[in-house]
């Protein structure tokens, strides 16, 4: 199976250069609105949202699969899952409310600061705090593979045929509570401070909407340290085999030190999803689909 696009030497320019500028694009905007006095919660989304919205120009003009385009049905049903799992929970969820907890704990002495390096650059406290919740989020996912009960709810996301930005937010919000409680409210508990929280973040929405993407990039040796589309696009394999490694949830470090870095250099990925090709795609049928024993595997 090929690739949707034969690139010129623009085409090959833009798939090396669009994962680091757009990157860049996200801390610069992130770093300005900050200094420019806004909140770093606003900032932080604002960022977000214009990664979001130069990674879909990406796709449109330099896709992966032309076959990926979504319809319009599947835009609205992920849309769905990224506005009920990833903003009218925003308190549960999102980075809101770790950074809003860590003030609460914070402000009350009720945090274990001795625990964390506050006088490290924030720049330097984000990529330890990359490091740190990928470790835990890494062998949270391998068990969710791993174990059948957790594997019905993460089954919603590995659902879907084809791969663009807007499907990363296709969680089980029961899944998604989970992660949330084991990789960022212990940062919270740790006292880390809003604007290290912040900057994680937009490196998560940056590099989470690129993961799921259906951009033709070259990351090069950025596939030994980033969870980026290469390599993420295995891990949604149809395949077990296939997709039981990449576990990275942004860096992929620990998958190489751990063994389950897999990145095929003589071909390209298969069909993506789900054994069970009838497995219900609408919303509210994947709210239910975990507690029907035996339904992701058909």
């Given at each position: 199976?090929?690739?949707?696009?034969?690139?010129?030497?623009?085409?090959?320019?833009?798939?090396?250069?669009?994962?680091?500028?757009?990157?860049?694009?996200?801390?610069?905007?992130?770093?300005?609105?900050?200094?420019?006095?806004?909140?770093?919660?606003?900032?932080?989304?604002?960022?977000?949202?214009?990664?979001?919205?130069?990674?879909?120009?990406?796709?449109?003009?330099?896709?992966?699969?032309?076959?990926?385009?979504?319809?319009?049905?599947?835009?609205?049903?992920?849309?769905?899952?990224?506005?009920?799992?990833?903003?009218?929970?925003?308190?549960?969820?999102?980075?809101?409310?770790?950074?809003?907890?860590?003030?609460?704990?914070?402000?009350?002495?009720?945090?274990?600061?001795?625990?964390?390096?506050?006088?490290?650059?924030?720049?330097?406290?984000?990529?330890?705090?990359?490091?740190?919740?990928?470790?835990?989020?890494?062998?949270?996912?391998?068990?969710?593979?791993?174990?059948?009960?957790?594997?019905?709810f993460h089954a919603v996301h590995h659902?879907?045929?084809?791969?663009?930005?807007?499907?990363?937010?296709?969680?089980?919000?029961?899944?998604?509570?989970?992660?949330?409680?084991?990789?960022?409210?212990?940062?919270?508990?740790?006292?880390?401070?809003?604007?290290?929280?912040?900057?994680?973040?937009?490196?998560?929405?940056?590099?989470?909407?690129?993961?799921?993407?259906?951009?033709?990039?070259?990351?090069?040796?950025?596939?030994?340290?980033?969870?980026?589309?290469?390599?993420?696009?295995?891990?949604?394999?149809?395949?077990?085999?296939?997709?039981?490694?990449?576990?990275?949830?942004?860096?992929?470090?620990?998958?190489?030190?751990?063994?389950?870095?897999?990145?095929?250099?003589?071909?390209?990925?298969?069909?993506?999803?789900?054994?069970?090709?009838?497995?219900?795609?609408?919303?509210?049928?994947?709210?239910?689909?975990?507690?029907?024993?035996?339904?992701?595997?058909?």
């Amino acid at each position: 199976m090929t690739s949707a696009v034969s690139p010129g030497p623009t085409g090959r320019f833009v798939a090396v250069a669009s994962y680091p500028a757009i990157m860049a694009v996200g801390f610069g905007l992130y770093a300005g609105l900050t200094a420019l006095g806004l909140s770093v919660t606003l900032a932080s989304y604002v960022s977000a949202l214009a990664g979001a919205v130069l990674i879909t120009a990406h796709e449109a003009l330099l896709p992966y699969r032309s076959a990926w385009r979504p319809n319009a049905g599947e835009i609205g049903t992920d849309a769905v899952f990224m506005v009920v799992v990833q903003i009218a929970l925003p308190f549960l969820l999102s980075i809101s409310a770790v950074v809003a907890l860590s003030d609460f704990l914070t402000t009350r002495g009720l945090a274990l600061t001795g625990f964390w390096p506050h006088d490290w650059p924030v720049a330097a406290q984000a990529c330890l705090m990359l490091l740190a919740a990928d470790f835990i989020r890494y062998w949270m996912h391998r068990a969710f593979h791993k174990y059948t009960p957790l594997w019905r709810f993460h089954a919603v996301h590995h659902s879907p045929h084809k791969l663009y930005w807007l499907n990363v937010g296709r969680f089980h919000p029961i899944e998604k509570a989970i992660q949330y409680a084991v990789d960022a409210a212990p940062f919270a508990l740790l006292g880390v401070a809003p604007e290290v929280l912040a900057a994680y973040f937009v490196f998560y929405a940056i590099n989470g909407f690129f993961q799921h993407s259906n951009c033709l990039v070259r990351l090069g040796p950025l596939n030994y340290v980033v969870s980026g589309p290469e390599l993420h696009r295995w891990h949604h394999s149809k395949l077990p085999n296939e997709s039981d490694n990449n576990f990275g949830n942004n860096l992929i470090v620990w998958d190489v030190l751990f063994g389950t870095r897999f990145l095929p250099k003589d071909r390209q990925v298969g069909p993506l999803g789900l054994i069970n090709r009838a497995y219900p795609s609408g919303f509210l049928a994947q709210l239910r689909t975990p507690f029907i024993r035996g339904l992701e595997n058909g």
